[in-house]
């Protein structure tokens, strides 16, 4: 049973930041910043930007591209950030009502940076298992960049997030860009490594607590966490690229492109070489910044715009997130017999 995608949709604000002025808020050189972290330029929300409103519009953008009734939507699958519009609140539902999915049902998933690979499986899994789901929309917005501190040098690795959304329209019986398998792996070791300290059951948010900025994104064991990462991140990078293309029957060498996150620049050139692949075959996205989950669409996009992604090309899409969570999807790209 084919799932394909049928088309994809991205939004980005018209505001931004470069690389000199994050360099001036953070108090480093600009060199650093835009070599080393490799941030030229990242998008920023403007005020009517919020997390669930951008995925709307790249969800609209999405349908109008493929040209279906929205009607025909069986399912919507929000996959922005937890910071959004309102706190508990199943943002999905208002996506599908604001695109007109009224026959849809909805829901969230959440996999921090991880979750367009797992929501990608999530839905695959759904349309196999139920007959009468047809087609799903995977949408939603990002904007963690608002819970950075540029003072705080202990998360000064994600200094490059920053905002937008994405959206992904999936087709069961589409013989064209066909999902093939996809591979996790999750490590709690690391839950706690990353938090926005105050805002939760553990720490609710008073005044005090804002004063001291504890509802901003920290590291509470920065040493720790760069240990155990040197020693496991980038082996399980590699690790879900290379299972969910040999699970999907081919071999790493067939990889022709590779939708892959923001990172530093070094670490991005470093999977290209391990995987044998070159320059031409990603995109740094060092003019967009780190727009979490959302990063592996606007990467097939640029990819597709530029031509690097072509009929019968073998594309994956890799991620990691907070938690931590790695995660790579492989697809078959154009028409499959």
């Known amino acids: 049973m084919q799932i394909g995608i049928v088309s994809t949709g991205v939004y980005l604000p018209k505001e931004f930041l470069t690389g000199q002025d994050i360099a001036e808020m953070a108090g480093i050189p600009s060199h650093v910043v835009e070599e080393k972290m490799g941030i030229k330029k990242k998008y920023v929300p403007g005020p009517n930007d919020h997390t669930c409103a951008m995925g709307i519009i790249a969800a609209k953008r999405a349908i109008d591209k493929a040209g279906i009734n929205p009607l025909e939507i069986d399912v919507v699958i929000y996959i922005g950030e937890e910071h959004k519009e309102y706190p508990l609140w199943t943002a999905g539902i208002k996506l599908q009502e604001a695109v007109g ?55 000064r690795f994600m200094y490059n997030l920053g905002a937008g959304g994405g959206a992904i329209l999936l087709k069961k019986g589409h013989n064209e860009n066909v999902l093939l398998e996809t591979e996790l792996l999750t490590d709690g070791s690391f839950s706690e490594d990353v938090v926005v300290v105050a805002g939760g059951t553990k720490n609710p948010i008073t005044k005090e607590a804002i004063e001291q900025r504890l509802n901003m994104l920290d590291v509470l064991d920065p040493e720790g966490m760069k240990r155990r990462l040197e020693q496991k991140s980038m082996a399980n990078f590699l690790k879900v690229v290379r299972e969910s293309v040999r699970k999907s029957g081919y071999k790493e060498e067939d990889i022709s492109y590779l939708a892959m996150l923001h990172m530093k620049k070094s670490a991005h050139d470093y999977v290209l070489k391990e995987l044998g692949l070159s320059e031409q075959q990603s995109i740094y996205l060092e003019d967009y910044g780190h727009i979490g989950q959302i990063d592996q669409i606007l990467s097939l996009e640029l990819a597709l715009k530029e031509g690097k992604v072509k009929e019968g090309d073998l594309v994956v899409f890799v991620s990691a997130g907070i938690g931590y969570a790695w995660g790579a999807t492989a697809i078959k790209w154009g028409k499959v017999n």
């Open 101 to 155: 999915a009224l026959n849809a049902w909805a829901f969230d998933v959440a996999l921090r940076c991880g979750t367009t690979v797992m929501a990608l499986k999530v839905a695959k899994s759904l349309m196999i298992a139920d007959s009468s789901i047809q087609t799903v929309l995977l949408a939603g917005g990002y904007r963690n960049v608002d819970l950075i501190d540029y003072q705080n040098p202990r998360t």
